[in-house]
């Protein structure tokens, strides 16, 4: 069991460590399908599956995501540390916000930023993470794009491993390499460096 205290951010990312199958759709706002996803990070059809590696030790998160089947093959690694009680998220790009995870209680994280400003005006997807029941989990995001709410995006996941400490066996990647990608660095926000 884990050593954190109940409800706190650690605790809730170590009961998210190990290597899960994530089956995921979009939606307009009105909860309506949408089969085509062309607005997000990484667009592509819905409904897709990934592969979601999270490895925490207590202080530093890596987690990647592998796109499984209904996308084209990609891998996003994101990192963060432990400050003050909070997940700081290393930076997502030249001129992004800052991305913090909090606690809303036992099994539940929301990914956001930390305060709205300029960069959040351009491009936000706060992830909101349930833990539902032993080994499943669900994540909610709302995808923003120069303010204006898009979509919706839900995940219902699985665990499949207790470990990430190898790529799995449905990786698309193969199973020899690394798990973790290097982080991630979006260029959307850099045009606001020269403003």
């Avoid at 009105?30 to 979601?52: C, H, I, Q, T, W």
């Avoid at 499943?136 to 219902?156: C, F, I, N, Q, S």
Wanted: aromatic share 8%; hydrophobic share 35%; charged share 25%.
């Amino acid at each position: 069991m884990s050593s954190y205290p109940v409800g706190s951010v650690a605790y809730n990312l170590s009961l998210l460590h190990g290597t899960w199958h994530d089956r995921v759709e979009v939606f307009k706002l009105d909860g309506s399908p949408l089969s085509e996803d062309s607005k997000a990070g990484s667009p592509g059809e819905s409904p897709f599956e990934n592969l979601v590696y999270i490895d925490f030790d207590g202080e530093r998160l890596t987690l990647t995501n592998v796109h499984l089947r209904g996308r084209s093959a990609s891998a996003k690694t994101f990192t963060g540390r432990i400050r003050d009680g909070v997940l700081v998220f290393d930076s997502l790009g030249p001129g992004a916000y800052e991305n913090v995870g909090m606690s809303g209680g036992p099994g539940v994280l929301t990914f956001a930023a930390r305060r709205l400003d300029k960069p959040t005006g351009v491009y936000m997807e706060p992830d909101f993470i349930i833990v539902t029941g032993p080994g499943e989990r669900t994540r909610h995001t709302v995808l923003y794009r120069d303010g204006v709410a898009l979509r919706t995006l839900t995940a219902r996941g699985k665990r499949v491993s207790a470990t990430c400490d190898s790529r799995h066996e449905l990786d698309p990647r193969g199973g020899d390499g690394p798990v973790h990608e290097e982080p991630f660095q979006a260029g959307l926000w850099k045009h606001l460096l020269d403003e």
